[in-house]
């Protein structure tokens, strides 16, 4: 994972916050606390929220993204492949809560399976975005700002033909204002 890292660690100071929204497993979480971070964990599945605690030595909040509350708390948010399973029409309602909880200047990673639409596979729900997908998403939120965007295989036995959309965004501080199309 360290090279989906890099980018997005550096661009925050030495103990800034993060919230590993969606954490999983813990795994995240638990790298970036030992990289010196301050981490708040986030997990919608009470079970998996369980395990993570146990593996990141961490308390795991036990919430939805639809319900997140939190304002201008975190310098970053790491959103790895967690939003996927938000669907696509709660997704502009979920960016705005995200945008919330960053400060001012704050970074958000995000990442989806790489493609357009919504799915199910194996009893879950899925939605894919690509990077037009994405920015016309974010097209709706003045204060968020692609800063970087790049496609990944995926590096788990089996799936080497499956490809994932990342995204580094910038809660910017002051509304940007809207881009004039060039004609």
């Not at 916050?17 to 795994?27: K, N, Q």
């Not at 790298?31 to 146990?54: H, I, K, N, Q, Y």
């Not at 795991?60 to 948010?77: E, K, P």
């Not at 939120?141 to 033909?161: F, H, N």
């Amino acid at each position: 994972m360290s090279p989906l890292y890099a980018p997005f660690l550096d661009k925050l100071a030495p103990g800034a916050t993060i919230l590993d929204a969606g954490c999983g497993s813990g795994r995240d979480a638990l790298a970036f606390r030992e990289r010196g971070f301050a981490v708040t964990a986030m997990e919608p599945s009470p079970v998996l929220a369980r395990m993570a605690a146990v593996h990141c030595g961490l308390p795991v909040v036990i919430r939805r993204f639809q319900d997140l509350d939190w304002h201008a708390r975190f310098d970053g948010i790491w959103a790895c492949a967690s939003l996927l399973h938000v669907p696509l029409a709660e997704l502009p309602g979920v960016f705005h809560r995200l945008a919330q909880a960053l400060r001012p200047d704050g970074v958000l990673y995000v990442s989806f399976k790489y493609g357009r639409g919504e799915r199910e596979h194996g009893g879950r729900r899925f939605t894919d975005l690509d990077g037009v997908g994405l920015a016309d998403l974010l097209g709706l939120m003045p204060r968020l700002e692609i800063l970087k965007t790049w496609v990944t295989a995926d590096c788990r036995q089996g799936r080497s033909d499956e490809w994932w959309l990342n995204s580094l965004i910038k809660h910017q501080s002051v509304a940007m204002r809207p881009r004039r199309s060039a004609s």
